[in-house]
């Protein structure tokens, strides 16, 4: 994405006219919509601010009815208290907001939440977990939605530019309840998004968890990326890939400080940030400057005729599920609480495999036909295919 500050008449000179409809298209240039669910965002934080600023379709389109322009002078405490009266206490559940000189448009279903929006001062979750969504691509736009509701998910399932939804959170133990499945459903089936979910922080299998196992959904676990490179003991097997479990992520009650944390919930947002990355750049390839897959889009997350196909959610997925790979059990350390990845049926651990940053390289040049990803061995195929038949069975119930 390409974000210019300037002005379009200060680009092109005062006697060159551009159609209203097309300002702003060219210099803003390909970008993606990343759709976190969670706790609430530190919109002070420096993690998430920029200097440039977004086009007014984009705001438009995104549905923005409110901007918010934070203070950027003293601590968090004393920002959030110099904005309070023009910025927090007016926000409501009909609100859609920039927060104006950030990556982040926020909104939130529910009008009972202490501070709408904002990471209250006793959480931090989901502060983490964009932070995460931007280490991976630095350039997604957010639209941040506070809760742990199907409301939530169908703000972002709704909204017709977003592309990926990530959702960290689910039942305790992945107990087969009913979560947010239905919700998840409609972004991913009716409106052709892209949704990645956290399996638990147990052992547990991921099928019948309601955020992880949904045959639409992308399940992901973790493993310990740049350690020892194994399962980690305490996230959820069988899912579709892992990844990074262990990050470096902003507070949510500073402005600039950042602590280690681990968990699923970080490893989601994170692959859902490199799948943004790939949507990104094969955009830019394509000379495709819109985002979302609904509406005009005819369900095409990559929608242009130039040199590749248009693309889908279930062509980005089976690229991703093609470009993971399965670290070696000879790095197991054994001292660091991992498990090593089995020889044998690593597929009931890590699914697909494992994906980083490495990954985004060679999806990008399997979707726009530079160099084929090679087929997954066939057992890996057969573990896998029974992964999902085992899925599309236990949520058939689904509507």
Known sequence: MILLSVSVSGCFGSDVTIPEEEQGLEIFGSYSVVAPIDTGINVYHNHFAMNET???????????????????????????????????????????????????????????????????????????????????????????????????????????????????????????????????????????KIHTGASDNTPSPAIQDSTAGPPWSIGISGYAEEDDDQKETMSGSYPDIAADWTQLLPNHDDIDGYHVTSGTSFATPRTAGILSEVLEVLRGKAGDDRSGASGERAGFLVNSTSNFSQLTNSDIRNALNLSAWYPSFQTWDPTTGTLPISPIAPCTQVGWGVVNMSNIQPIINHLDGTTELPPRPADVVACMDANQNIREAYWSFVA
Request: aromatic fraction near 8%; include cysteine; charge should be negative.
């Open 54 to 192: 977004y086009p007014e379709w984009l705001l438009e389109g995104l549905g923005v009815t409110m901007w918010c322009n934070l203070t950027t002078n003293g601590t968090w405490a004393e920002r959030y208290e110099a904005d309070k009266e023009e910025c927090w206490d007016i926000i409501t559940s009909q609100d859609i907001v920039w927060f104006v000189g950030t990556r982040i448009i926020g909104t939130t279903p529910d009008d009972s939440t202490d501070i709408p929006i904002l990471d209250d001062p006793s959480d931090g979750h989901g502060t983490a977990v964009t932070g995460s969504v931007l280490d991976a691509n630095p350039d997604a736009v957010i639209f941040f939605v506070e809760g742990f509701s199907d409301a939530a998910v169908l703000a972002a399932a709704n909204q017709p530019l977003v592309d990926i939804i990530s959702t960290s959170f689910g039942p305790i133990g992945s107990i087969p309840v009913p979560g947010i499945e239905d919700a998840t459903r409609v972004a991913v089936v009716e409106e052709g």
